[in-house]
């Protein structure tokens, strides 16, 4: 079973994927942490992320990994695991260059469609969360949810997990970023045809699990 969840930053995607793939015996596909491990690449050779050439031709040399480890994902890159340092701030306020770019979204995707694959024929499925699971990646995936919550509920539950980040600032930051995912000309976030549409700002993220749960076992 191929299930996509996309949605804005603090949507609650991420939880409700690991969730409802641990719940369905699948694993769960975090295609956001392929665009950071690149952006962090780029970021430590000091590449300039304008540069699109230099993106693509980077894309093409690195080793992006993943797996669960004790139930936490692991991103290694190169080798080494880089799952802490991909959620870096200057990550995430660096990631669109590489998410704007043609070149390096078809390398990023392919890459994606392969490890589905995999993992199709390891657990029979996976839950791929991301901006384009939906509308680019898998579009004939089983289910499709979208995910959203009002900008202030995502800011807070990022604040929620980094204690020390001014909640301001976040909520800045998390506009910016809805911004530049939903209207830039490549794969933008958009609804997909068909998406199971769900507000989480009034909900829990037992209740988003059980409602996506719920729609799955409904489409068997
Ligand atoms: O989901 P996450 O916040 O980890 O994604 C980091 C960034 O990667 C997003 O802001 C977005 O620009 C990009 N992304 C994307 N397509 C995806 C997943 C993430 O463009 N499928």
């Not at 996509?4 to 994927?17: F, Q, Y």
């Not at 340092?85 to 469609?113: F, K, P, T, W």
């Not at 933008?188 to 988003?208: F, H, R, S």
Request: proline share 3%.
């Amino acid at each position: 079973m191929i299930i996509t969840i996309d949605g804005p930053a603090g949507s609650g995607k991420s939880t409700a994927a690991k969730k409802l793939a641990e719940a369905l015996d699948i694993t769960h596909l975090d295609t956001g942490a392929t665009y950071r491990a690149l952006t962090l690449a780029a970021l430590r050779a000091g590449i300039d992320l304008e540069d699109e050439s230099a993106l693509i031709d980077m894309v093409g040399r690195i080793d992006i990994k993943m797996g669960y480890t004790d139930g936490n994902l692991r991103v290694t890159l190169d080798g080494e695991d880089v799952s802490r340092e991909i959620r870096a701030a200057d990550v995430s306020d660096n990631s669109h260059y590489v998410a704007c770019s043609v070149g390096v979204r078809d390398v990023l995707v392919a890459m994606q469609r392969r490890m589905g694959a995999e993992l199709v024929g390891e657990s029979g499925g996976f839950v791929a969360e991301g901006r384009d699971q939906g509308s680019v990646v898998f579009p004939d995936a089983d289910v499709k949810f979208y995910l959203d919550a009002s900008c202030e509920v995502r800011a807070r539950r990022r604040c929620d997990e980094m204690p020390d980040a001014d909640y301001e600032q976040v909520l800045r930051a998390i506009r910016t970023r809805d911004e530049r995912d939903s209207t830039r000309p490549v794969a933008p976030l958009i609804k997909p045809d068909g998406a199971v549409v769900i507000d989480t700002t009034d909900m829990n993220i037992e209740e988003v699990t059980a409602e996506l749960l719920s729609h799955v076992r409904s489409a068997k």
